[in-house]
């Protein structure tokens, strides 16, 4: 009895705590030169991914789980942030790339698109570009916020 009630306080806990936070990180606004990325409202952010799912052709659930591929299927690297202008207009993804360190890149959003693959299975996002100019593009890298 004592378990259950103890279970009971925590998930009401958590779930206040998650009914708090009105801003979330997966989508964030441009940041100025210098400055931290501006958060968004939770209502900001659900409007932006599902523009922008319908935008690469896919479901929010297929584009917060996609990767970026090459033209040949090739992993390049996860779909992390989108990149919101001050009108709420997707203007970037940043992707973290396939290999050591976790680095991330800011890929403008018209270097991008939604692809299917197996027979229509799956559903992630394609760039013409490869690994090696992933790689040479410069680290998204904002300013903590203060």
Known sequence: ?????????????????AACS????????????????APVTEAQAETAQATAALAFGMTRQELEDA????ANYTDLGDIDTLVLDPNGAL??????????GDRKVALPIDQVRGIAHDDGKFMDVTT????????????WTPTPAR
């Open 1 to 17: 009895m004592i378990r259950t009630a103890l279970l009971s306080a925590a998930a009401v806990s958590l779930l206040a705590v």
């Open 22 to 37: 009105d801003t979330t990180d997966d989508v964030v606004q441009a940041p100025a030169p210098g400055a931290a990325p």
């Open 67 to 70: 990767d970026l591929v090459s």
């Open 91 to 100: 203007t970037h993804v940043v992707v973290e790339l396939e290999g050591p």
């Open 128 to 139: 013409d570009l490869g690994a090696q100019q992933l790689a040479a593009m410069p680290e």
